[in-house]
Structure formats: C-alpha cells, structure tokens
C-alpha cells in the first residue's frame, strides 16, 4: 500500500461546496457588502453636517445675545459723554465752520466785521437771522454746512458774528438772555410794521388819486368830444354816461311801444322809422316828449326829467345807427 492511500480524503458533502452551488447566495452578499458601508458613510455625513448646522446657529444666538446685552452699555456710554461734552463758543464755531464764506464774503455772504454788508441782515430781526442760520438760505446750507453742530452753538456764532458788524445780541446761553433779545426785537418789528403798513396806505391812496384822475380826464375827454361832435353839426351826440341813463329809462319805461312799435310809435332799432323824428332835430323831438303828442302821453308817463327824457331819445337814436 502507499502512502497516499493511507491519507484521508478532503470532504467533498453539499455542506463544504454550499457557497459555491448557490449563485443567489453570492450576489446578495456582495449587495450587503456594498450597501452597509455606503448607508453607514451617510449616516456618519449626516451626523457631521447637523452639528454644523447646530452650531451656527448657536454661534449666531450667542453673537445676538451679546450685541444685546453690550448694547445698552454702550448707549449709556455715548449719552454721558455728550452730556459732559461742552458746547463751543461763537468765535470757535466760526473760525471752525463760518470764516470759511464769511471772511472774504464768498458767495455772496456779507463779510465778517463789515457793518454796511450785515446792516440789511440784522435789520430782518433776530429770529429771522437766526432761521437762515440754522436752515440756511440761498448759497448758504443748514448750519454752514456743519450738521454736527448743536443749535445753540450755531446761534452763538450767529450773534458772535451779527454784533461784530454793530449788532448788540446778549451771548445765547445766558441767563435772561433769550427773553431779553425778545424784548429788544418786539419794538424793533413793531416799528417795521408800522411803517410797512403806512407805506402801504400811501400806496392805495396814491392809487386812488390816479384812479379818480384817470376817471375825470376820460369824462372830460368824453364832454370834449361831444361838444365836438356838436359843434360839427351834430346834435345827437352823446356821452356814456347819457347813453347809460338814456338805456335805463328805455327799459323801465319806453319799451312798452316802441319795441312792438304799439300805436304809430317808431319802433326800436328801426332807421327807417326814425328817421323823419331825426329830421325834425333833438330839441323838436324833446318837446314831443315832454308835452306827449297823439297815442304818447306826456313824459312817456312817467316821471322822468327833461334830461332823463333827452338822455333817452339820444339812445334810441344811436341804436338805429
């Protein structure tokens, strides 16, 4: 016997080769060995990423919560220290913010000093100055251009300025000293209106005047006219004035015939029918008027007088022409 008949034989059962007789068993390990390491890379991924995000935000409400609590701190700082900062002087102000325009009168602003530039300023009143200077005006911008300026100290460069050109303010600030400068100003605009209303007194009565002279001269123009006219032969010239009360007695009275021309009467408007009334001239025609003749009652019955009636043959006589 040999020696390779003596050693045992490997087992070759179904249990040994089960790996290898189940194709299924193969692809389904390989699926799970693929699948649990990718699901516990997400997982891991996921887990990294949320405490990312968790501590963002938590970062983020910790930064609020900070500037939160600092805030009022430091608020209270800012405000204690402009209250205990000291306000500056005119003269300061201005050498910081006003000689910048006001030295050499750039601009058109009047020149620091000069009394005859500043005099049409201070005349305008204390509060009126005191507008411009905080809002400005023209080419002048709000508080010369300076807005970090308080408005007192503005003011104080206001009056710094306004009493080196003659003006006589008392320092802004002081005691009394607003209501003293309120005092001084109150006659001051008082005067000034005054006058303003005097002045425009005269204005209207100078206007007045020239109204009743331009009145008369035209009536006298008018009377110069009609005296022409007559004395041109004729005598059926007449005035505005005839003409307008000659047109109110027509109305009130004379239309009733002489508009439907009612019983031989010449009717309004009409040449032709007046014409033979014109013939006989004005003077003729008046007496018609005043007597009454055939159908016409005297005066036309009414009350007019001799000139009313005059006045009211003159402008039936014009409406034919």
Known sequence: MSVTDNQPKPETNDDQLGTVKHPLRIFLTAIFAFLIPIGALILILEYATNELRQGGTARKLDHEAVVERIQP???????VIEEEGELKTGEEVYNMTCATCHADGVAGAPKFGDEGEWAPYIETGYETLLEVALHGKGAMPAKGGNTSLDDLEVERAMVYMANAAGADYAEPGEDGADETQAAADEPEATEVAAADEQAADEDRADEAADADAADEQAAAEEDEATEVAAADGDEFAATDEQLQIGEELYKASCFACHDAAVAGAPKFGSAEAWQPYIDTGLDA?????????????????????????????????????
């Open 73 to 79: 701190v430091a608020r209270v700082a800012f405000e």
């Open 285 to 321: 025609m008046l007496q018609v008027a005043i007597e009454g003749k055939g159908a016409m009652p005297p005066r036309g019955a009414s009350s007019a007088s001799d000139d009313e009636l005059k006045a009211a043959i003159l402008y039936m006589v014009a409406e034919t022409k």
